[in-house]
């Protein structure tokens, strides 16, 4: 099963490092573990950094329920983490990846109920591959939780991110914002994982970590990332034919909506005999808005509505074995009535 980041929370990274006391709205450095008291008020720390570095943060405390936030030099909010952590989920845990050279800060505070009592904040620096469109990196990470990539790109970029391997790795982006977007373990041909057509929905630096699916570290056996500028797809009234099983096992679709407009959504199979299955939901949100699966359907009709205005992803999923011609797909969407 893949392991859920939710805003980087679950990162694990060790590094020795020293032990200092210190107090609030002073500057800290990567490598630093910082020992103090909160006496009710947030306490804050500023931090300079590199474009693309990757910063994991960490806030521990016996005594209240932590929260972590990074901002820029205008107040900008980078991320926040609130139970990503241990201690059952009330310590913070979160890992951003700067947008640009500058002056940050670091905000903690009691998420909650009691706000006084004494904590351990950490700040562990950890490098990030750039990558660039185009682009194909083969790397080994044995022993290794995590493996971090950054890459700059534009507000409607549409980009194919895969990660082929022998061993059972699973990806997840993140925004500029540094939450995560996306999550893939096996998307891909051979269970490889594959993000397919994301389009980008803000000019920014995002990150790739790559880990493996369900052990704690990856083993020895490389792994080749790949970034591919791809063409977006479009769907509306006009049906679009989709080919799923051959070049991967999945193909995504991109429409607009209006919270509250009923839509329909229908499709048609050009082979009955093989089944596919839908998700609906918008990027970045964990849970799907809408799935469907079926059967040796030759016909699909499915009406819908969204509770949110905004570009939807449409995900065509091929559930099983498709044989070597694949399965042929022909998409509409339109307001209903």
């Not at 521990?60 to 329920?65: K, N, R």
């Not at 670091?106 to 351990?120: D, K, M, W």
Request: hydrophobic share 40%; proline share 4%; net charge negative.
């Amino acid at each position: 099963m893949m392991k859920k980041f939710g805003a980087f929370a679950g990162v694990a990274l060790l590094l020795l490092v020293s032990v200092s006391l210190v107090s609030a709205q002073q500057a800290v450095s990567l490598g630093d573990t910082l020992q103090g008291g909160l006496t009710g008020d947030p306490v804050t720390f500023s931090i300079e950094l590199n474009a693309g570095d990757v910063v994991t943060i960490t806030a521990e405390s016996t005594d209240f329920d932590s929260y972590v936030a990074v901002s820029d030099v205008d107040g900008n909010l980078i991320g926040e983490n609130d139970d990503g952590g241990a201690n059952f989920g009330l310590n913070s845990n979160l890992t951003v990846v700067a947008p640009a050279d500058g002056t940050y800060t670091i905000e903690l505070r009691a998420a909650f109920g009691n706000s006084q009592g004494t904590y351990t904040l950490r700040i562990v620096g950890t490098e990030a591959t750039q990558v660039t469109y185009g682009s194909s990196t083969e790397f080994s990470a044995a022993e290794e939780a995590n493996k971090f990539f950054s890459f700059t790109g534009a507000a409607g970029d549409v980009l194919d991110i895969s990660a082929v391997s022998e061993q059972d790795v699973q990806i997840a982006i993140t925004g500029p914002d540094s939450q995560v977007l996306i999550e893939d373990d096996d998307s891909g041909l051979d269970n490889d994982p594959l993000v397919r057509r994301l389009r980008l929905p803000e000019d920014g630096v995002y990150g790739i970590i790559i880990s493996h699916s369900w052990q704690e570290v990856m083993d020895e056996n490389p792994i080749t990332l790949s970034v591919e500028e791809v063409d977006d797809l479009v769907v509306g009234p006009e049906p679009v034919t989709v080919k799923i099983g051959i070049q991967s096992d999945i193909d995504v679709l991109h429409f607009d909506v209006e919270a509250g407009q009923p839509y329909t959504l229908e499709i048609q199979n050009h082979d009955p005999e093989q089944s596919f299955s839908i998700d609906m939901h918008f990027l970045g949100d964990e849970y799907t808005s809408g799935e469907l699966r079926t059967y040796r359907a030759s016909r699909v009709v499915m009406d819908f509505t969204m509770d949110q205005s905004g570009t939807v992803r449409l995900t065509i999923n091929n559930p099983g074995w498709q044989g070597e011609t694949g399965n042929t797909l022909a998409i509409s969407v339109q307001p209903a009535g």
